[in-house]
């Protein structure tokens, strides 16, 4: 007999800034609480060292949280020149010290160029990336050091905000993936002195923009019919995806599992699906030339 939900059966997304000094997944449980909600997922972690963007998705909208973790992401950075950690970032014991050149604006712009676009990134060693079933962090707390396999990431622009004879502030939008620990780190090394990230905020993620998140504090102080007028629908983030509006039989068949004939013309993209305005889930074109369930939704709990 399987454990019965003490929670409720919340659907949507929230806009977290998640606060210094805690894990994604503590801020999570943190406002799960608030909702009381049976089910909640992040879309991506951020270190305790880390503040900022962090989408959290309740009930059903954990169904988007993967499709979600594909999205860009924007950061502001600030990464102390002349040292270096083991982890990359101020959290590490430093391993490394080196002077500090004297950089002209025009050099640092000259070093940040080189970054640009599309390139090979190697995961740094204090990551949640997986080597034969454990962690890699894991693997790092024990003194073990592994190679791993470059990735390929885009910098889709890199602005300099401030810089003092030490630090630099950057504005750094990338695509998925992306280590900006790692990045630092190799900005450092271009300039001949190392670095090491000292402060890192999210400020978007896909669609979303950290104007619009709330934190903790701000949440705890709603009554609980406005924290679900702050939930935002879960098929927000798909926003992009074309839509079709299915008639009564035709969502019946699909909610069976089944797949149905409709005139549209045909996209490699999936479809948000919709009947009577209800959003019912994602559909594709299956080689049958038919249109099939992908994931489904259930909103009406």
């Known amino acids: 007999m399987s454990k019965r939900k003490s929670g409720l059966n919340v659907h949507g997304i929230i806009l977290l800034d998640k606060r210094l000094g805690v894990s994604s997944n503590k801020a999570l449980q ?27 998705c309740f009930g059903e909208a954990t169904k988007v949280s993967a499709l979600m973790l594909d999205d860009d992401k924007r950061y502001q950075v600030t990464m102390k020149l002349g040292v270096m950690t083991d982890t990359g970032d101020a959290e590490g014991q430093v391993i490394e010290t080196k002077p500090v050149p004297e950089l002209s604006i025009e050099q640092i712009q000259c070093c940040l160029a080189k970054f640009m676009g599309l390139q090979a990134q190697v995961p740094p060693m204090y990551s949640a990336l997986k080597l034969n079933g454990k962690k890699l962090y ?84 709603l009554t609980y019919d406005e924290l679900q007028a702050n939930l935002m629908a879960c098929d927000k983030p798909l926003e992009k995806l074309p839509a079709l ?44 030339g038919k249109l099939h369930p992908k994931k489904l939704f259930n909103l009406n709990d």
Request: hydrophobic share 35%; charged share 25%; aromatic share 6%.
């Open 30 to 56: 943190e406002v799960r609480r608030l909702f009381n909600a049976n089910k909640a997922g992040h879309t991506g972690s951020l270190d305790p060292l880390a503040t900022g963007l962090l989408p959290l």
């Open 245 to 288: 509006h299915l008639s009564e039989q035709q969502a019946k068949a699909i909610s069976y599992g089944q797949d149905i004939d409709i005139e549209s013309q045909k996209s490699e993209s999936d479809y948000r699906l919709y009947a009577d305005g209800l959003f019912l889930g994602l559909g594709e074109y299956g080689i049958n």
């Open 138 to 221: 894991e693997l790092a707390r024990e003194g073990i050091t592994v190679e791993r396999a470059p990735r390929q990431i885009t910098i889709y622009e890199l602005h300099l905000l401030d810089a003092t004879f030490d630090t630099l502030t950057l504005d750094v939008a990338c695509s998925k993936g992306t280590y900006i620990r790692s990045l630092a780190e190799d900005i450092g090394h271009d300039l001949g002195c190392g670095a090491t990230v000292t402060a890192l905020r999210r400020t978007q993620a896909g669609q979303f923009l950290l104007a619009n998140a709330k934190t903790i504090e701000q949440l705890s102080a």
